[in-house]
């Protein structure tokens, strides 16, 4: 079965950019949140990546060096091409349709795509309502940075529809699909995925077996981990630690940059699953408390305009 309906659970840093890519190559996509305040507070989110579009579209017209894999087949498109890309952001954009309700958001829908917070509890609650009013064609996939798909499979009503579809930030960039099964996960909806994540301009990344934090996040959490180690244990401040990182191995970005684009909510939700969190003398402790001050104090990242670093 071709997907045509695409359902998006979460309007966060991952989950806008998820619905609007979706949007953009050409699915109906519906986005599901919390509460009407959600939706007033993730609609500015859809605007900023419309805009990020469009600028990086209209830079590729002179500059090479803007091509964003996610966004077209080649740097190489004349500008005619690129205008008519441009056109498609503008209608994904209006093409987007926002809800509150499980059932509107379960009508019809091929596959859904949960991207809420990396909370076993709230994970767990989310479906068990959403399986029912799920359709039984629905496959159901976890964009969760962290946790396994066999977790939470019994829950949702459809174990052998269930897996894992986990992205990177800034998809129409950096545009990687990891997709993950659990042992009841069926090979046959395994792969409809892989499909639908080439559809949407992804590269697909096929994992064998269940592993925490797949490929990407396996390597980088316990890079950011050691970061914010340096930092709770008053080693360095995180400009130093990020100057550090770029001057020595000329990355473009150090790990409290990255840390403001994944958003700090998420950071904080993963330092906390780690039981010595609990106890404010360790370094997980240390960490929490770090990551909760910044967050308290409204500076949650990139998306918030402050994070460690301040944005335009």
Partial sequence: MAFKNITVAGGGVLGSQIAFQTAYKGFNVTVWLRSE??????KPKFERWRDTYLATLEAMKTNKAAYARGLAPSPDLP???????????????????????????AKDADLVIEAIAEDPAQKTAFYQELA??????????????TLLPSQFAEATGRP??????????????????????????DPAYYQQVVEFADQIGMVPLQLHK???GYILNSMLVPFLTAAEALFANDVADPETIDKTWM????????????????????????????????????TPGKIAAKLKSYIDAGKTGVNAGEGFFKYN
Avoid: C
Wanted: glycine share 6%; no cysteine.
């Fill in 37 to 42: 305040g959600s939706i007033d507070r993730a």
């Fill in 79 to 105: 500008a005619e091409e690129i205008d008519k890309l441009k056109a498609q952001v503008l209608a994904a954009f209006d093409s987007l349709t926002f809800t509150t309700s499980y059932e509107e958001a």
């Fill in 132 to 145: 029912k009013f799920l359709p039984e064609k629905t496959v159901l996939v976890t964009n969760s940075s």
């Fill in 160 to 185: 052998e529809k269930y897996l894992a579809l986990h992205f990177a930030n800034e998809i129409w960039r950096n545009n990687t699909a990891e997709v993950m099964g659990h042992p009841g996960t």
């Fill in 210 to 212: 269940e592993q925490p």
């Fill in 247 to 282: 001057l020595a191995t000329g990355a473009p970005a150090g790990p409290f940059h990255i840390l403001d684009i994944v958003g700090l909510v998420t950071a904080y939700n993963i330092v906390v699953m780690n039981p010595q969190a609990k106890d404010p003398a360790t």
